[in-house]
């Protein structure tokens, strides 16, 4: 099982041109099909003229999590091939949006397959791959005079703060990088006072 996995570094745009049709592609780093739905929103209210916005996400890491959007265009021709390339470049945690303008000449379904996958290269080309941890949570309970030693522990392993309460105790959750996650549940150990539980 590896302990790291591709995303993109930032979103991206690219415009291919077919017989008098635009087809812009919109490729985005998403963490949830919410975050996906905010991008396709604003894309609908940017391109109102557009006839379509056809799409295809792939989130996590077990390959299950993915849709894809023909948006009225005949089956086939243009989700299924934006998915082929976010999964040609192994990506995941990605979502490439393609909005299209209509030039008044029918492409057929050989020009749409084509345009869509263009399209999508040429805005995935634009932008870094990056390979990112594979990270595992869990919560972190201790007395706050303890917070220097944990974070310290955090920084040194590259381990993420994704939540953060402080009352009499602190309460801390973090994804620690697969790779490094006994060491760091070692190191957290060995500071006795830390009350440590993965988060299902």
Known sequence: MADAYLTIEKTAFAEFKERGSKFIAFAY???????????????????????????????????????????????GTAGRPILGQIDSKLLT?????????????????PGLINAYKTATIMA?????????????????QFDYTRLNEVMTICKQFGCTVI?????LFCLLKIGIPKARLQE?????TDLHT????PVK
């Open 29 to 75: 780093p998403i963490q949830s099909v919410d975050e996906f739905k905010v991008h396709l929103q604003l894309l609908k209210k940017e391109h109102p003229k557009a006839v379509h916005h056809c799409f295809a996400y792939r989130l996590g890491l077990d390959g299950n999590n993915f849709r894809v959007s023909d948006d009225g265009e005949p089956s």
């Open 163 to 167: 939540g953060q309460e402080q009352q």
């Open 93 to 109: 945690d990605t979502a490439v949006i393609v909005v299209r303008y209509f030039g008044g000449t029918l492409l057929g379904v």
């Open 124 to 140: 995935l080309q634009l932008v870094p791959t990056v390979e990112k941890a594979i990270e595992i949570v869990y919560e972190l």
């Open 194 to 197: 830390v009350d440590i539980k």
């Open 184 to 188: 760091v549940l070692f190191k957290l």
